[in-house]
């Protein structure tokens, strides 16, 4: 089965940035959209941003302007550029894959990584 592995989290001052990699490994066919969710100490998991196979893409209002996803659908990795990072940022980040196809299989599928942190703060 495909899997997702993330990469790049840590710990950042106020202002800083980071860069968030998930890259997913297996018989991939297509993936329909890529993207980042991040869930904080006591509160529900949310969408940062997607990006699709097209490169569409789609933030959520607190980042927009901020954050830039990006993704390399030869090496079916998708990236999130992170700067201006800010205490409400501090999170769990999971990258997730909606619309995995695998090659040789009909039904597709939607998957989590294991997730990776990111803490800001002075």
């Known amino acids: 089965q495909v899997q997702l592995v993330e990469s790049g989290g840590g710990f950042v001052e106020p202002g800083g940035s980071l860069r968030l990699s998930c890259v997913a490994s297996?018989?991939?066919?297509?993936?329909?959209?890529m993207g980042w969710h991040r869930q904080a100490p006591g509160k529900q998991r949310e969408l940062v941003a997607a990006?699709?196979?097209?490169?569409?893409?789609d933030y959520a209002n607190s980042v927009k302007g901020r954050f830039t996803i990006s993704r390399d659908n030869a090496k079916n990795t998708v990236y999130l550029q992170m700067n201006s990072l800010q205490p409400e940022d501090t999170a769990v980040y999971y990258c997730?894959?909606?619309?995995?196809?695998?090659?040789?299989?009909?039904?597709?599928?939607?998957?989590w990584g294991q997730g990776t942190q990111v803490t800001v703060s002075s």
């Open positions: 997730k894959a909606d619309g995995v196809l695998e090659v040789g299989v009909y039904n597709e599928y939607d998957l």
């Open positions: 297996g018989n991939i066919f297509e993936i329909v959209s």
């Open positions: 990006i699709t196979g097209g490169g569409v893409t």
